[in-house]
Nanobody, 115 residues
Framework: QVRLVESGGGLVQAGGSLRLSCAVSGTFVSFNTMGWYRQAPGKQRTLVAIILRDGITNYAESVKGRFTISRDAAKNAVYLQMTSLKPEDTAVYYC?????????WGQGTQVTVSE
């Protein structure tokens, strides 16, 4: 069984930075893609950023230029560096791993950006 565990969330003022981490444990899986999604209260879960095994990345328009996704294959981990945070970035952030169409999710970590 694969487990994804997020960490690094918290409360930060607008303009600040946070770095989210996602560690993968259990059965080893080399995910085709790993990514970060977020869900704000009353809204659907949406893609923030993904990174393919070959390093290609893709970002939601709202975070381009502010967030950076990276992946450590040796540690089987994925990170999200978030800068210039805005109140609208407030959400629960979920780590995702996709292996040939099969998704694995973490439990989520809360990010709250105050005015």
């Amino acid at each position: 069984q694969v487990r994804l565990v997020e960490s690094g969330g918290g409360l930060v003022q607008a303009g600040g930075s946070l770095r989210l981490s996602c560690a993968v444990s259990g059965t080893f899986v080399s995910f085709n893609t790993m990514g970060w999604y977020r869900q704000a209260p009353g809204k659907q879960r949406t893609l923030v950023a993904i990174i393919l095994r070959d390093g290609i990345t893709n970002y939601a328009e709202s975070v381009k230029g502010r967030f950076t996704i990276s992946r450590d294959a040796a540690k089987n981990a994925v990170y999200l560096q978030m800068t210039s945070l805005k109140p609208e970035d407030t959400a629960v952030y979920y780590c995702n791993g996709n292996y040939y169409g099969q998704n694995s999710w973490g439990q989520g970590t809360q990010v709250t950006v105050s005015e």
